[in-house]
């Protein structure tokens, strides 16, 4: 009985340790962020759902959600969808129309009419969509990235990651928060696949304290015609 135990354990523990280092290669934050970045730059199409956790704060300008598709271009990215935002104090819901920089609203209209987003303080949608800077820099430039437990997301399981992102990047894809904040930010990636499926990011967005905002990305690869009307 011992002679056998001996022999199971020889046959076993090499196995065993196989095991456990691709294990661990798996769950390693950093290259599962990075798949998810080139995993998402590749898609070339994905439907993105963003939402705030809470209203705009009285006295400023923001995004409060955001669905539609959009077409991952490093020179003509492209949106089509709906954003509900404040705008000088008045919440509205608009479809919008978005290729490179040239943006078109129903704002208060039954018609697509071109608009000019930057004196309304609104980021362009279509910053979501070009590589390197885009929502791929939100996997791409963390730090201290470290993993998590698994976390169940509608029929999926998804290794979750935490880290920061800094100011920098928020500011560039919402046009909110300062260049020198901290966000705090969780992750959401499909093991199998390496496509980043949510994330959330918390930190002081406004000067009213800290809030947070929640992306899910679905549909990678399911392109929609866009072209301006």
């Not at 009985?1 to 294990?23: D, E, H, N």
């Not at 798949?35 to 705030?52: Q, S």
């Not at 077409?71 to 404040?86: E, R, W």
């Amino acid at each position: 009985m011992r002679r056998r135990a001996v022999l199971t354990a020889a046959l076993v523990g090499p196995l065993a340790l196989a095991g456990c280092s691709k294990g661990s290669e798996a769950a390693d934050p950093s290259a599962a962020l990075a798949k998810a970045k080139t995993t998402l730059e590749a898609a070339k199409a994905v439907t993105v759902d963003l939402k705030a956790d809470k209203p705009i704060p009285s006295g400023h300008n923001g995004v409060s959600a955001a669905k539609g598709v959009g077409l991952i271009d490093a020179t003509n990215p492209k949106f089509k969808g709906t954003v509900s935002a404040v705008v000088s104090g008045a919440p509205v819901t608009t479809d919008i129309i978005a290729i490179g920089s040239d943006t078109w609203m129903k704002l208060f209209t039954p018609t697509f009419s071109k608009v000019d987003l930057k004196p309304l303080g609104a980021p362009n949608p279509t910053g979501f969509f070009v590589p390197g800077t885009g929502l791929s820099s939100l996997v791409d430039q963390v730090g201290s990235p470290a993993g998590g437990a698994e976390k169940r997301f509608g029929k999926e399981v998804l290794a979750s990651y935490t880290g920061t992102v800094s100011g920098a990047v928020v500011k560039r894809l919402l046009n909110l928060g300062s260049d020198s904040a901290t966000f705090q930010a969780e992750f959401g990636i499909v093991p199998a696949s390496g496509e980043l499926r949510t994330a959330k990011l918390t930190g002081p967005f406004y000067d009213t304290g800290d809030s947070s905002y929640s992306v899910t990305l679905t549909d990678y690869g399911k392109t929609v015609d866009i072209t301006a009307p």
